[in-house]
């Protein structure tokens, strides 16, 4: 089914003409990163270097980008593609693969399950869904079963990794007993999704087991701190983050409630909590420009880090505005979660607009107000502009929103890390508020973007990420990540399409955080027995 065109985003028949030739360009590019994935990748490697012209094995070694492309292959119609992506996934079977030059002896046979989960359980899910090919289905039940034992801890809490051959845990990646957030509460969209599709208990039972601990340590803030006990599940640290360590732990709240028809009610409480303990102590206003920013707490102090990985959030709040009725949102919240959607992603646009790549870096620090970091809390600025009679209709950081900076002025930041990783964040939140808004505005801006990735990351046979956005001409590095086809050319795409012509409108599809789409269903009355489904 199509989606309908939202009030606002009417197109006149040269504005159709011109998106419909965008949207060919982005195919185009997907097939130029695809194609040389496929002529200079070995299978089962799982990236291109795009400079190198050679293939790595660096996600399990079963080809992730063959998987990750599979939903961007489908929503784009490149039939060739697909058919021999299909013949290749048939003949998957999880296991440990070697990696040349490297000794077994020092080789990790263990994959990680926030990856996994998300690029290839999702992928593959999304696959069947889009296709009702049961080999997907096939190929994501074995998957499913083989990566269960990483749940095999005192505390029922996901360790870091898993072992696909030996079915035994390990707890790798350098935090012994010890996972984040992000880890253990990203695999609950998949594996809910995969237990309807099957009827496997311990499919549900395993994730929600994390999310009744987490249902009961939520803390008065409305947040959860990042790292986590897998012995008691308790929380170990005292770092608030909504980015890198925790951000798809908070999305899949939300979408964790509507893929299931919206029947967890317990879930949107959750959600609701959570935004508002990021509206009430992460989001900042910077002291010049008032750009609207999401930053760390550790043990308190701010940090004022602002990352790439954190622009999904605004995507996320008007997801939330999009799909939530006035009995689950209230008009209070809606529009302060719209404004801080609104505010957030003019912030995360001029990360890329700034930049004299026109590309955005992976981490930014913010100027602090003088010297006490508490003043620039947005929330504080928001009771000051009430307090005065509300002038202009929208608070400071939404109401007044600030250019790219000219040469030689103050942009309010300092960059941090400047590399651009191809990383989708931005031009999600892109597309989702134009969707929502119908405000041509965010269009432009990802079609903005989007064009910078072409002229700064373009290379003979894919795409690269790039270090030193703030120059003209960043150096490439040689990385194409499968989570550039998944991810931001499929929103770039998406952008491009005729409003009327969306393949997966919100009330029926949700996407991962890997951006693959899943279909919303509603739990049967025997699953919620057999599973133990709270309502």
């Known amino acids: 089914m199509k989606g309908a065109a939202r009030a606002g985003n009417e197109q006149s028949d040269d504005e159709r003409a011109l998106w419909r030739t965008r949207a060919g360009r982005v195919r185009d590019a997907f097939l130029h990163a695809y194609h040389g994935y496929e002529q200079y990748a070995t299978w089962p490697d799982d990236e ?77 899910l999304s696959g069947y869904a889009l296709t009702n090919n049961t080999v997907l289905l096939a190929r994501a039940d074995d998957l499913g079963r083989k990566l269960l034992p990483v749940f095999d801890t005192k505390g029922g809490i996901p360790a870091y990794s898993v072992s696909t051959d030996k079915g035994t845990r390990e707890d790798s990646g350098g935090r012994w007993g010890r996972s984040l957030i992000a880890e253990i509460a990203s695999c609950q969209v998949e594996y809910k999704y995969i237990a309807h599709l099957t ?124 799909t939530l009725d006035e009995k689950e949102l209230s008009a209070e919240d809606r529009q302060m979660h719209l404004w801080v959607a609104e505010g957030l992603a003019h912030s995360c646009w001029l990360m890329y607009a700034d930049q004299p790549s026109g590309l955005g870096p992976e981490l930014a620090g913010f100027d602090w107000w003088r010297a006490d970091a508490r003043e620039g809390k947005w929330i504080k600025a928001v009771e000051e502009w009430r307090r005065v009679g509300s002038p202009g209709g929208k608070p400071p950081g939404v109401g007044d929103l600030a250019p790219p900076v000219k040469p030689g002025e103050a942009k309010d930041y300092n960059i941090r890390v400047g590399s651009y990783l191809l990383r989708p964040e931005t031009m999600e939140s892109m597309y989702v508020m134009w969707r929502v808004t119908g405000d041509k505005k965010w269009r432009e801006h990802g079609w903005q973007m989007w064009e910078a990735i072409e002229a700064k990351t373009r290379t003979e046979s894919g795409f690269s990420s790039v270090t030193g956005v703030e120059s003209v001409n960043p150096q490439k590095t040689d990385s194409q990540p499968s989570y550039f086809l998944a991810e931001t050319v499929k929103y770039a795409y998406m952008l491009s399409l005729d409003p009327a012509d969306d393949p997966w409108p919100s009330s029926q599809w949700i996407f991962n955080t890997e951006a693959h789409p899943l279909p919303v269903f509603k739990w049967k009355e025997w699953e919620h027995q057999n599973f133990g489904i709270a309502y």
């Open 199 to 322: 009827g496997r208990r311990e499919y549900f039972r395993k994730v929600e087991h994390v999310m009744d601990i987490m249902e009961q340590s939520q803390n008065k803030n409305g947040l959860w701190h990042s790292e986590w006990s897998t012995d008691d599940g308790t929380q170990v640290n005292n770092h608030f983050t909504v980015a890198a360590e925790a951000d798809s732990a908070y999305e899949y709240l939300l979408k964790q409630y509507l893929l299931s028809g919206k029947t967890e009610s317990r879930i949107l409480d959750m959600y609701k909590k959570s935004v508002n303990g990021v509206i009430n102590d992460l989001l900042y206003l910077s002291p010049n420009r008032k750009l609207l920013y999401l930053s760390d707490l550790e043990a308190s102090r701010l940090s004022g880090k602002f990352e790439h990985l954190a622009c999904f959030f605004p995507g996320l709040l008007a997801l939330g505005v999009e």
């Open 48 to 124: 291109l270097r795009p400079l190198s012209n050679t293939g790595e094995k660096n996600f399990n070694g079963w080809g992730v980008t063959v998987v990750d492309s599979l939903s961007t292959m489908i929503l784009m119609d490149t039939k060739p593609e697909l058919e021999r992506a299909l013949e290749k996934i048939a003949s998957m079977d999880f296991k440990q693969v070697s990696v040349p030059g490297v000794s077994l002896a020092t080789q990790n046979s263990h994959v990680p399950f926030f990856e996994t989960v998300i690029r290839y359980l999702g992928g593959l």
